[in-house]
């Protein structure tokens, strides 16, 4: 029995990632300027902060439709016996709700589940159900794993400014972290599917010791950890203190990752940040 890996752009897998594991990825869409663009295959987040800066209205972002859902599962269905179709938080995104509608029509090939998560902890889900179906594992023993994973999933960032959440209605319980005071920089997190305050530091030194002790934590909570690390442009330097602070900490590294478009839209420049996951479920 084999199955097929299917995500969606916003897992921010790189298309060397996706070859790598064999996972297949439906684009999001990210309207910008008048015009309609897939994720991570007509767009940048380049594009669009260049774009803001030159004064254009803030980008939105769409959900793929039905039938381009149900294209890549009649594609994947020719070399699998079944798909399992891992997407981002339906709190954030209808993704998910249009690929259950095109899963409908697979006479119970196709299985879906919501990640409760997004960008790289929606990622490293996709990439264990990938490892894990290489091994020969059931669909049920896949949607087991992955349902204990995504309990303690784990994602926590920061960003320049709450413009980019706010505009798009993304923020959650978060609005109350500036509160008006100088060079207050917000911690986010991914909870149930949402983003949602985690706390709030002066300095962009703070940001740095925070995450850092988050990922140590959470290593020593779980016995070990695999972390990828994330940012758009602006976000750099900040990731590399980071990465500086945490040596010697015991994880497995998947490595840095730039945001795609569509979470760009939603976040912003100089984001900064970490996804986690425990190394056994």
Do not use: W
């Amino acid at each position: 029995m084999t199955i097929a890996i299917v995500t969606d752009s916003t897992s921010d897998l790189s298309p060397q990632l996706c070859t790598q594991y064999g996972i297949r990825s439906v684009p999001l869409y990210v309207h910008f300027d008048g015009q309609m663009y897939k994720d991570g295959l007509e767009i940048t987040p380049a594009d669009l902060f260049a774009g803001i800066k030159a004064g254009k209205k803030t980008p939105s972002t769409s959900q793929p439709s039905p039938a381009e859902f149900a294209a890549v599962y009649e594609e994947a269905l020719q070399s699998a016996d079944e798909v399992l179709s891992l997407h981002i938080s339906g709190q954030l995104s209808g993704t998910v709700g249009s690929a259950r509608l095109a899963a409908q029509d697979f006479g119970g090939r196709v299985t879906v589940m919501d990640s409760q998560s997004a960008t790289l902890g929606l990622g490293m889900q996709a990439i264990r159900a990938a490892q894990r179906a290489g091994e020969g594992r059931s669909m049920t023993e896949l949607v087991s794993e992955l349902e204990r994973v995504a309990q303690k999933t784990d994602i926590r960032f920061t960003v320049d400014t709450l413009d980019f959440l706010r505009a798009n209605g993304r923020i959650g319980g978060a609005t109350a972290l500036l509160g008006g005071l100088l060079n207050i920089k917000p911690i986010l997190t991914v909870r149930s599917g949402r983003v949602e305050a985690a706390g709030r530091v002066r300095g962009s030194k703070k940001v740095v010791q925070d995450l850092v002790d988050h990922i140590r934590k959470y290593a020593e909570a779980n016995g070990g950890a695999r972390v990828t690390f994330l940012s758009t442009l602006g976000g750099e330097a900040t990731l590399a203190e980071i990465r500086a602070g945490v040596a010697g900490v015991a994880f497995e590294d998947l490595g840095d990752h730039y945001i795609g478009a569509v979470i760009a839209t939603h976040v912003g420049p100089g984001t900064v940040g970490a996804a986690l996951e425990p190394l056994t479920a």
